[in-house]
Structure formats: structure tokens, C-alpha cells
T-cell receptor
Framework: AQTVTQSQPEMSVQEAETVTLSCTYD???????LFWYKQPPSRQMILVIR??????QNATENRFSVNFQKAAKSFSLKISDSQLGDAAMYFC?????????FGAGTRLTVKP | EAQVTQNPRYLITVTGKKLTVTCSQN?????MSWYRQDPGLGLRQIYY???????DKGDVPEGYKVSRKEKRNFPLILESPSPNQTSLYFC?????????????FGSGTQLSVL
């Protein structure tokens, strides 16, 4: 079965600095999609960024970018110029058709 | 506005008292699913549905039931809740495809079973 592992339960970053959240996954499939979701204290699940496994180019959305290493099955999220509003729980996720799996999450604290 | 409406937002109940958490989407999505979120475990899939009258088990289906009689609705039923079902529950929907489709989430239901 596919698994998603986030090895950092908590991370902290200074405002305006850069932080990287780690994620590894395990699958025998070659076509799949990877996501990062943000969950602020409101509990809302917000899609941050998406990566297609068949694309070598790393996805970027404004201050958010990923480092996708398909052979290593690694999918890290980099947040540049961190803002107080970035404080949240971040979930890495894998999806292939109906199979959707989430990591345990990383709680990000942003210090002013 | 495109949305997934999930009710109630908070629910406290007692062991064995049947309850239903409702989920409705207004985007004509074929795919709907339920997850539970627990500390240290992330979100785990309970059940999913690919269309009306088509449902299947996820990773943690024990103690739960679902139905998909209409395309827009996908209720989660706990016939006899137990304390280990205390959790945060999310409903989600998307178009059906290979997996790239954006998943729309409801606002969550915090359930406490005493």
C-alpha cells in the first residue's frame, strides 16, 4: 500500500526567512499526483501546491515551491519569505485515481 | 459559490447512539469521500464513492456506513458510535479522473463520543 511520511512533527521559522518541510512516499506506480495542503486553526483544508509525477519541472506557486525527486520518492515544500499567516499544519498527500493518502502532518510556527 | 457543506460542525454524543453527519456538494462532482483526522496520523480515508450507488471502503471503514442515493449527497452514518471514533471528520469531493483534480473539503465535524 502507498504510504506518505512526514518526519518533522513540528517546525519553526522566523518571519521573512525560508523553511523547508519534508515528505517522502512509497509507491510502485509511475503515474500519480502529489499535493501539499495547509490547515490553519480554522480547520479549513487549503490546497497549496500540486505536482504531477510525470513532470520533471518542480511546481511553484508564488512563495511556495517544491523539490520533487521522483527516484528518491521525495517531495519537500519550500516556503520563502515566511509570513505570520503561514502558521498552520501542513499535510503532504499522494493521489492516484481513488487512492488518496496523507502524511501525519507538520505543524509550522512562524516567529515574529 | 462552489462548496462542500458539512453538518454539524461540532457534535457530542454518547456511546451507542446512532448519528449521521451530512455532506452535500453543489459542483456536480462524481467523486466524494470521507476522512478522519487524528493527531499523529493525519487524514485517513474511511469510504469513497465514484458515483450514485457506487461506494467502496477506504483504509478505516470499520464502524461506519455511507450511502450515495443522490449525486450531491454523501452522508456518513455511525450506527453505534464508540469512544475510539472521537475524531475530526472531513468530507471532500472532486471530479473523477486520474488524481490531478482539486479536492474540495467541507469545514469538518469535530465528533466526541462519551
Amino acid at each position: 500500500a502507498q504510504t506518505v511520511t512526514q518526519s518533522q512533527p513540528e517546525m519553526s521559522v522566523q518571519e521573512a526567512e525560508t523553511v523547508t518541510l519534508s515528505c517522502t512516499y512509497d509507491t510502485s506506480e509511475s503515474d500519480y499526483y502529489l499535493f501539499w495542503y495547509k490547515q490553519p486553526p480554522s480547520r479549513q483544508m487549503i490546497l497549496v501546491i500540486r505536482q504531477e509525477a510525470y513532470k520533471q519541472q518542480n511546481a511553484t506557486e508564488n512563495r511556495f515551491s517544491v523539490n520533487f525527486q521522483k527516484a528518491a520518492k521525495s517531495f519537500s515544500l519550500k516556503i520563502s519569505d515566511s509570513q505570520l499567516g503561514d502558521a498552520a499544519m501542513y499535510f503532504c498527500a499522494y493521489r492516484r485515481y481513488n487512492d488518496m493518502r496523507f502524511g501525519a502532518g507538520t505543524r509550522l510556527t512562524v516567529k515574529p | 459559490e462552489a462548496q462542500v457543506t458539512q453538518n454539524p460542525r461540532y457534535l457530542i454524543t454518547v456511546t451507542g447512539k446512532k448519528l449521521t453527519v451530512t455532506c452535500s456538494q453543489n459542483m456536480n462532482h462524481e467523486y466524494m469521500s470521507w476522512y478522519r483526522q487524528d493527531p499523529g496520523l493525519g487524514l485517513r480515508q474511511i469510504y469513497y464513492s465514484m458515483n450514485v450507488e457506487v461506494t467502496d471502503k477506504g483504509d478505516v471503514p470499520e464502524g461506519y456506513k455511507v450511502s450515495r442515493k443522490e449525486k450531491r449527497n454523501f452522508p456518513l452514518i455511525l450506527e453505534s458510535p464508540s469512544p475510539n471514533q472521537t475524531s475530526l471528520y472531513f468530507c471532500a469531493s472532486s471530479l473523477l479522473g486520474q488524481g490531478a483534480e482539486k479536492l474540495f473539503f467541507g469545514s469538518g465535524t469535530q465528533l466526541s463520543v462519551l
